[in-house]
């Protein structure tokens, strides 16, 4: 479970701040307000907020100085502006000063929901980065974004990282799922000149183009049925940030020519309307899939390929990598045991052997699942071979080991599957993934019930 996030808002107006403070703190949020600049920066001394819901209009000092001074006290705070239709612009020219997004009075409650949990899920990758520094320190190696371990195949991965974050060209992560593609586009992001901007990320493959298209360009009111607003797409809110397109060999050949388009001419036009709004963002995509593969299918366009894989790095995965497994293991125990408050301590020599000599077909994605069951059921402080039983079964697998990337996935899935008697949910869970996505890989993969 993410630990809770703390918001504080700041508005002049006392009905602006009790209606988004009653309905924050019955979605879960622990939340504060204040009624001016100098009275958010006299609780700022008293405590660290995660997000600031900062007024643009308020009288003495305004949004623009208390994000200022926000920025030079809390640096690593999240601050969106809140105003009104008139007052975009002005609200825009706060995003380049360091303000992720803002929020338009009258408040859209979908839209709200959508931009805390879009800020909750930046805040989880920022608090696992944080976290890996203790074990960073043990190697000797900073911290990368969250990515943990000690081997030499993901140094090399890191000084890619190094090398290719100060530019703006973009740049295509491949690797099996579960390898941390995502974190790797983080640490590219937060080394990067688009650093102070926001993080935008989206799963292309867990969705349909519908709504793919709408999740990306946003949409102008009357669109479409049920479209009763106006609401901004993730090309628009990654404005002076970086897009993330994650299994970005998900998407038809359709959107590849809109999206191409977008990329060539940075501007485009939300659903529905026929405005065209500029956009200027450094993109990084991840796939699993052997795009070269579906360009040969015809699958995937050459033109689409080529500007997308400017800079590439691979991730391989954690079976080639396994002197991570014992770090990665421990960085993961010691936070579901804080977390659930098992005094869990360690892994005994026998437990780290059985995870040494496991294939790890789901990668660091399943090892920290591994990691969470077995915190889950310990009842003593050590890790040991019994609670790592249900491994066993799947260290020695019979026949040959799956070769090509198609054949891992299929092993993976087909792995899951089995575990979760067919039960879809269960599987998708299991894997990390949504229903959607899981059906369209077994369809994809001729995976049948038996």
């Known amino acids: 479970m993410a630990p809770m996030m703390h918001i504080m808002v700041v508005d002049d107006e006392e009905a602006i701040c009790v209606a988004l403070s009653a309905w924050l703190t019955k979605e879960g949020y622990n939340v504060e307000t204040a009624a001016s600049g100098p009275a958010a920066l006299a609780r700022m001394e008293e405590k660290h907020n995660d997000l600031y819901l900062v007024d643009f209009k308020m009288p003495g000092m305004d949004g623009l100085q208390l994000l200022a001074e926000i920025k030079m006290r809390q640096p690593d705070a999240t601050v969106i502006m809140i105003t009104a239709h008139g007052s975009i612009q002005s609200a825009v020219e706060a995003m380049k000063r360091g303000a992720v997004d803002y929020l338009c009075k009258p408040f859209d409650p979908e839209e709200l929901s959508l931009l805390m949990e879009r800020v909750a899920a930046a805040k989880t990758l920022q608090r696992t ?3 890996a520094d203790g074990q960073w320190g043990a190697a000797q190696q900073p911290a990368w974004g969250g990515i943990v371990g000690q081997s030499e195949a993901l ?9 290719v974050a100060p530019t703006t060209a973009p740049v295509l992560i491949t690797g099996e799922t579960g390898t941390g593609k995502d974190l790797l586009a983080l640490a590219i992001h937060m080394r990067s000149e688009q650093a102070g ?9 867990a969705q349909s183009e519908t709504l793919l298209e709408s999740e990306l360009f946003g949409h102008e009111r009357g ?15 990654a404005n002076g940030g970086t897009l ?18 977008v990329l060539e001419e940075k501007k485009f036009c939300r659903l529905g309307g026929n405005q065209p709004v500029d956009t200027h963002f ?5 796939t699993h899939r052997d795009l070269r593969q579906l360009l040969r299918e015809g699958q995937f366009r050459e033109d689409f390929f080529y500007r997308i894989n400017v800079l590439t790095i691979h991730i391989p995965p954690l079976r080639e990598r396994l002197e991570d497994v014992p770090v990665l293991a421990d960085f993961f125990l010691h936070r579901y045991a804080a977390e659930t408050g098992k005094p869990v301590e360690g892994l005994t020599p026998r437990a780290v052997e059985i995870l040494m000599n496991y294939n790890w077909p789901g990668n660091v994605r399943e090892l ?3 990691i969470e069951r077995v915190v889950v059921i310990a009842r003593g402080r050590m890790i040991g071979a019994e609670e790592l039983a249900f491994l066993q079964p799947h260290a020695d697998t019979c026949g040959p080991e799956p070769t090509t990337l198609r054949e891992v996935e299929r092993h993976h899935l087909l792995n899951a599957l089995e575990n979760s008697d067919w039960n879809i949910t269960r599987a998708a869970k299991l894997l990390d993934i949504d229903r ?3 059906s369209r890989k077994m369809k994809r993969l001729n995976l049948k019930r038996p």
Do not use: H, W
């Open 223 to 237: 669109a479409f049925t049920g479209a009763v607003k106006a609401r901004r797409g993730r090309l628009e809110m």
């Open 197 to 205: 901007g926001p993080f935008m990320a989206i799963n292309c493959g």
């Open 129 to 131: 980065a944080t976290d």
């Open 368 to 370: 920290r699942n591994v």
């Open 244 to 261: 993330f397109l994650d299994e970005i060999g998900e998407i038809s050949p359709k959107m590849q020519i809109t999206l191409l388009r």
């Open 282 to 286: 450094r993109l990084v995509s991840a």
């Open 436 to 438: 959607v996505t899981l």
């Open 155 to 163: 140094r090399i991965v890191l000084d890619e990282i190094e090398e």
